[in-house]
């Protein structure tokens, strides 16, 4: 019943790249880029020639919750291998190369691999060494992450993690915001109304508009004050009662 | 000479949001989240009742190359006390709150506070527990990174880094792609049009042209195919020796 397992994240890693991680050092590290890509999403792994061989049980423990993904990762024997189903192929390198190149955010990678549908690759060098000119030359272009010029220290699976932070923000970005809570929508504009004109005349009782030739301004002002603030039903009752504690009613009961 | 020590980020941090960390637990995790700010080049950290005190050696260790946030990091008492000059808090929280309140992708919030200006505070809660709702009480709104709902487990540098990294595609977009490489530019158009012209005197004399009629549909579709790949002045040059060996021509030398 896989396809039941799966179910649930389908819509997300449908036509999700591949990440090939090449000669891969520590299995700790392994472990940490398929967390990265599991939190976006992204399910498919696979590994040119582990240092330390396959299966790996320092990848497995420190995957922890990703696990399954390191079950499922494939490995090869070399980048053209591990690459050869992928129709479009990303370096991702934090160095400049010797060779001509188109050189891409992490965000119009995303958006191109997106566009244009098939499988997508994208290949992460060893630690600290990154990817040989060999393995750049087999991509279509290069990925590099914006980094600070003067401090660019991205261990791999911080890499792994604005990829497939850029791949699901591209193919599944949901609502940019959204109100959390009960009483979600601003209140009606009667309520406002309502909530303006009493505070309105609590203030004039308090003879708070002096002198009497500003009130206009002043109380336009205070009304946009109300309006800009979106308050809701709930914020438009409590606030009713704010001002008739404040101005010394009674509260009311019941 | 700090003016001089600091001026070639200046143009990253100028308005950059201010990172508190509330009640963070290990140093090796306030030491990572330094990092993650300065590779994108935020520098302004503050703690808020760090649970080991304050210096703790173990950030500085982990920082390495970014111990300098670490050195002039604030420590305050509360959340309170370390937003009190930010015009703009953001609270990140990865589970929903039992408040109204605006939440927002990183993406939004970060486009949000580089059109407000002013001091924007973004506020992480503790390794695990997150932070509690007095503290997100404090914010006008919630940030929350899209996760997968199946796996969501990002740890504190990983959510540091993710809104580090937004806030520079906000603030210094740079170009979403450009060309690497000596020989950017494409070949002029005379150049390309000698090499078609090269090619398909080779082939006829080849007589790859075959049957006669279909001449025209296959010379334009292998000229389509030679523009589409935009090559450059070298690797027409290249192309040129290609077509020349395969054709059996001496190459020609000097």
Redesign the interface.
């Known amino acids: 019943m896989a396809g039941t397992d799966h179910a649930?994240?389908a819509h997300?890693d449908a036509g999700g790249p591949v990440i090939v991680l090449v000669e891969p050092q520590m299995g700790e590290n392994i472990g940490a880029a398929a967390?990265?890509m599991?939190?976006?999403?992204l399910r498919r792994m696979r590994l040119v020639a582990p240092r330390d061989g396959w299966p790996n049980p320092a990848a497995v423990a420190m995957a922890?919750?990703?696990a399954s993904l390191i079950d499922e990762a494939q490995v090869f024997e070399s980048t053209a291998m591990a690459t050869a189903d992928c129709n479009l192929i990303y370096a991702t390198t934090a160095r400049?190369?010797?060779?001509?190149?188109?050189?891409?955010?992490p965000?119009?990678a995303m958006a191109e691999a997106s566009a244009m549908g098939g499988r997508t690759a994208i290949v992460f060098g060893p630690e600290r060494a990154g990817l040989q000119n060999s393995d750049v030359a087999l991509a279509q272009a290069?990925v590099s992450?914006?980094?600070?010029?003067?401090?660019?220290?991205?261990n791999l699976a911080?890499s792994v993690?604005?990829m497939a932070?850029e791949w699901?923000?591209q193919h599944?970005?949901?609502?940019?915001?959204?109100?959390?809570?009960?009483?979600?929508l601003p209140a009606a504009g009667a309520s406002v109304d309502a909530l303006c004109a009493h505070l309105v005349a609590e203030l004039d009782a308090a003879g708070f508009f002096y002198p009497d030739h500003k009130r206009p301004v002043m109380t336009a002002s205070l009304e946009n004050l109300i309006r800009r603030a979106a308050f809701?039903e709930?914020?438009v009752r409590t606030l009713f009662g704010v001002i008739r504690a404040l101005s010394g009613d009674p509260p009311r009961r019941g």
Chains 1, 2 share one sequence.
């Not at 400049?96 to 955010?105: A, F, I, Q, S, Y």
């Not at 992450?145 to 991205?154: T, Y």
């Not at 599944?172 to 979600?184: F, K, L, Q, S």
């Open positions: 649930k994240e997300i967390r990265a599991w939190n976006f999403g922890s919750g990703a400049p190369r010797e060779m001509t190149k188109r050189v891409l955010t965000e119009a290069i992450v914006p980094v600070n010029p003067a401090f660019a220290s991205l911080q993690l604005l932070y699901r923000r599944d970005p949901g609502a940019a915001e959204r109100i959390e809570g009960e009483h979600t809701t709930q914020d």
